[in-house]
């Protein structure tokens, strides 16, 4: 099968993804980086003062070390089950005979993150905090996204486990999973995350972690991308089935590395 020309400079496109991804974020936030006659840094729709002089109460300060523990845990955990899951992506073909269920696992992998980001992405909400999901929903629109994510990775699951069983066989269905890449990676920008916006130097850390979140969403357009070529029947198909997964991984290890 005759390829376009253009097709043969795709495979170093993961190469580009990766450089985007550790350089874009830093580049972003610079330019959206601006100092106010007043003093005041603008970083986009945000605006604060530069002074991060103001005292913490000990109450205060150790509520702001266990959201950072909490939210650098979580970031942990879903990176140990995306490079899982991704493990099982690559090693399948070779294991499907042996192990048939093999095809069942990173699914489940999905469908654990989701289940996990669901429940413990903000503890503020019943059963572990005083607040009601309903007021969590109209009050706070980082906690709407935490759950957009575990919804996005439980649909996945769910879909991913079904077509592994053999129920749902419709060739559009194997594209439901980079347009929801996609999906989570634009999200990733527009992601609001609160725990850095107190106490000293909190500009410093904000921008920190929207450095990082801008890395996610790069290696997520890149999982994006790959998982979507590979759908198609052209002779790299294979080569993109491998590189979708092994960006994972990269997503995985970005997770693991994440800090506030």
Not at 78 to 90: C, K, S
Not at 107 to 123: E, K, N
Not at 180 to 190: C, E, P, Q, R
């Amino acid at each position: 099968m005759n390829l376009p020309p253009f097709t043969r400079s795709l495979p170093h496109l993961a190469m580009l993804l990766l450089s985007l991804s550790a350089l874009a974020p830093a580049a972003l936030l610079r330019a959206q980086d601006h100092v106010m006659p007043d003093g005041t840094v603008m970083h986009g729709d945000m605006s604060m003062p530069m002074d991060h002089s103001a005292e913490m109460t000990p109450a205060e300060r150790a509520k702001l070390l266990a959201d950072k523990k909490e939210s650098e845990g979580n970031h942990h955990i879903a990176g140990a089950l995306v490079i899982l899951a991704a493990i099982f992506m690559l090693a399948e073909p070779s294991l499907r005979r042996r192990w048939p269920g093999v095809r069942f696992a990173w699914p489940l992998c999905f469908f654990a993150a989701g289940i996990f980001l669901l429940v413990y992405s903000d503890t503020e909400l019943w059963p572990f905090g005083p607040q009601t999901w309903w007021y969590g929903f109209t009050h706070n629109p980082e906690i709407i996204q935490h759950k957009t994510f575990a919804a996005i990775l439980l649909g996945l699951g769910v879909l991913e486990i079904q077509r592994a069983r053999g129920i749902v066989k419709a060739a559009w269905t194997g594209f439901v999973f980079p347009v929801l890449a996609m999906a989570g990676s634009i999200l990733l920008l527009f992601h609001e995350h609160h725990t850095g916006m107190h106490g000293p130097g909190h500009m410093a850390i904000m921008e920190h972690i929207q450095s990082e979140h801008l890395s996610f969403a790069a290696t997520g357009a890149g999982i994006g991308l790959f998982a979507g070529l590979s759908e198609f029947p052209t002779r790299l198909k294979s080569l993109f089935a491998k590189l979708f997964p092994m960006m994972m991984i990269v997503l995985g290890i970005l997770l693991l590395l994440y800090t506030e």
